[in-house]
Antibody
Framework: QVQLVQSGSELKTPGASVKVSCKASGYSFTTYAMNWVRQAPGQGLEWMGW????????TYAQDFTGRFVLSLDSSVSTAYLQISSLKAEDTAVYYCARTFFQASGSSSTSYMDVWGKGATVTVSS | QSALTQPASVSGSPGQSITISCTGP?????????LSWHQQQPGKAPKVIIYDVSNRPSGVSNRFSGSRSGNTASLTISGLQAEDEADYYCSSYTSTSSTWVFGGGTKLTVL
């Protein structure tokens, strides 16, 4: 079945970097884009950006430029989120979510249809 | 600050119906059909329950329905059940910037 398996919890000190992975299975990886979504403790969902899995081109939300990098390794059907210069406020659960897209004639549909279980990143000294 | 505005909380008793609104600028909710709703139960990942304003993915209960009027989308849950207690998020795509946005989320309490 279609699933996204994310890497495990990480505990990092301020200033360090972290790389979270999201391995896709059950479908052709390059067919659908991959999104990353942040959820800080007790807070709502924040869309961070998405990466075109055909071209590797990322698009970032305004609040997630600079320290955040989205990348791919299509040979292992895996998307990555790297965060550098970690701050305490980066403590959150990070989800990957596939964007389903389908076009038919003049109509199209798109939505995040499959989500990973989330990877917890804790930044603390 | 989200470009999509949702009420922070709603509540209802078992068997009742509730509606959650999602209001955005014309270029978001009003102009695009990529409006979806996601349910997030406590401690779990979000799950899509409505896409393209009013379509339900396979396996989602028909107690969930969606609609849109102008630049406000709505999620209605009928026949409330205890298991519906969760956070609900609307999401929309903005083609001008090729970005997605989530609403702030609405906590549903089943009394």
């Amino acid at each position: 079945q279609v699933q996204l398996v994310q890497s495990g919890s990480e505990l990092k000190t301020p200033g360090a970097s972290v790389k979270v992975s999201c391995k896709a299975s059950g479908y052709s990886f390059t067919t659908y884009a991959m999104n990353w979504v942040r959820q800080a403790p007790g807070q709502g969902l924040e869309w961070m950006g998405w990466i075109n899995t055909k071209t590797g081109k990322p698009t970032y939300a305004q609040d997630f430029t600079g320290r955040f990098v989205l990348s791919l390794d299509s040979s292992v059907s895996t998307a990555y989120l790297q965060i550098s210069s970690l701050k305490a406020e980066d403590t959150a659960v990070y989800y990957c979510a596939r964007t389903f897209f389908q076009a038919s004639g003049s109509s199209s549909t798109s939505y995040m249809d499959v989500w990973g279980k989330g990877a917890t990143v804790t930044v603390s000294s | 600050q989200s470009a999509l505005t949702q009420p922070a909380s709603v509540s209802g008793s078992p068997g009742q119906s509730i509606t959650i609104s999602c209001t955005g600028p014309n270029s978001d909710v009003g102009g695009y059909k990529f409006l979806s709703w996601h349910q997030q139960q406590p401690g779990k990942a979000p799950k899509v329950i409505i896409y393209d304003v009013s379509n339900r993915p396979s396996g989602v209960s028909n107690r969930f329905s969606g609609s849109r009027s102008g630049n406000t989308a709505s999620l209605t849950i009928s026949g409330l059940q205890a298991e519906d207690e969760a956070d609900y998020y609307c999401s929309s795509y903005t083609s001008t910037s090729s970005t997605w946005v989530f609403g702030g989320g609405t906590k549903l309490t089943v009394l």
